[in-house]
């Protein structure tokens, strides 16, 4: 129930939004407006860290110890924009452990791409050039975010994401000019990472169950069919420059629109995917389970351990 | 003259194993972690070594006149030819003997590379310069973490004192000097590394008493490593690790 008081609040917190004040951890927010943002940041936040999995599952066979480097320190990027993302998250009054338990029980999503599997190493290539590219279009948009911390977030975490991209793009550079079985391999990869990627931006507008209120409430500022496009546009001319073939043979310049038109994606997959029955959704969550698990015995460690360190002190003051 | 220089790259190729075969562990953690923080923790100090074997592997390519690369140094030898010592190449287990062998080591490498810093061979010296500052930062870490796991409940105090055992093994290799590279001691252009035993026992004993736990002075001293008598864990090692160079030879990456 609304009283008084919310309904003037709720006046002005809408008047901050119009004139696009930031929204800070301590301003008064609608309930809904929280509970939104809980579920776009804690879902950014998740992706960071499940999208470790299909990238670390190359670390290890990287073929050059500057390409190992490089990975490796990408990945731990990765990590830290996740951690950067759940403490901005926790500023809505919920917790890491909420977070990760809605992670695994699944009611929280993270970005479907990352249910697909890295087969060869071009997937790391792929993936960094597409679907890092990909996030940067959405998170430039997302820098003017109306809720402070995640603005800020969006701030801090995009300089590193266009780093991951060039990575990913040299990665992809030389095997198309490579031999003839590095070339095949970067074309498969892209091939098979280009739909996946397309379907980040999520449903079309139309189709779009809560982009009507996020963007009212400019939690949203650009529409997914738009930063799609934003992102066909950008990535066409690199997929010339490297020679490769078009993964999508309906996709044409259009002078009229001054963009790229393009094929239909398969949105049975994306829900499919969405919904839990891509290839790796199961083995995701699974490896996160099984991390989280083992790891249990040294956060017990470190607890006993701090109460052990403050019953010391406690005897030591009285 | 002829003879210091093939041993002195022996000995770079043995510096640049150690800190390849160690980083590949370690980076086995990346999304394994008991907390995120801890992946990136682990990530980092995994990248400080592999910044090391380049430095190592690349001067050792140089002063062989650039027959080989970097590259061609770590992905195409095998295990026989692999001549880290064996402490860097055991598998990651659990986090407790992660930890216990990281800090055994970042208190090695903190004495070792310190002394390095000493070598007349300029180079040698500038990378141990670099490299002491970031063991010096990973001893930091590693050895909060000995105290609190030592310290935290009797499971976490359990794996320290199975981590303890499982490195009673391979901890001696450290302090054992191949005649070689004696030699290249003699001339000031590495480190003895059996003068830094008792330091290092010194320095481990006192801190592991206090938390009441003891690590023999007198450790079993199976060696091998530095002429290419492995455990069994390399070969699988290096055949996940030089998959692509192997199956794809000769091509750029
Ligand atoms: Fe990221
Ligand atoms: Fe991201
Ligand atoms: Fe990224």
Redesign the interface.
Known sequence: MQTVNDAEEQLKFDQRIIDEQKIEPTDWMPDAYRQNLIRQMSQHAHSEVIGMQPEGNWITRAPTLRRKAVLLSKVQDEAGHGLYLYSATESLGITRSDLIEALQSGTAKYASIFNYPTLTWADMGAIGWLVDGAAIVNQISLQRTSYGPYARAMVRICKEESFHQRQGYEIMTVLAKGSAEQKQMAQDAMNRNWWPSLMMFGPHDSDSAHSGKSMKWKIKRVSNDQLRQKFIDQTVPQIEELGLDMPDPELKWNEERGSYDSGEINWEEFYQVINGSGPCNYQRIKHHKKAHKEGEWVREAVRAYQEKQNAKKQTNVA | MKDNQQNLIRFLIGLGDDS?VLS?RL??W???????????AL??I??DY??R??MF?QYAAELEGDKRT??DI??LRNEREYTNLLIHELPIN??AFTMVRQYFLDVYYCQYLLQLCESTDERIAAIAAKAVKESRYHLKRSKPWI???A???D??RE?VQLALDELENFVGELFLMEEWETQLANDKLVVDRKTLEANWNSEVQSFLAESDMKFPDSKIQIRGGRNGIHTEHLGHMLS??Q???RS?PG???
């Not at chain 2, 990346?30 to 990136?40: A, F, K, T």
């Open positions: 390849v590949h980076s086995e990346c999304s394994n972690g008991p907390y995120l923080e801890e992946d990136i990530s980092n995994a990248l592999i910044g074997a380049r592997y970097e590259d770590a992905f659990d986090f105290k609190q796991l310290e935290g409940t499971e976490s794996r996940e690790m998959y692509l160079q794809m091509l750029e990456w």
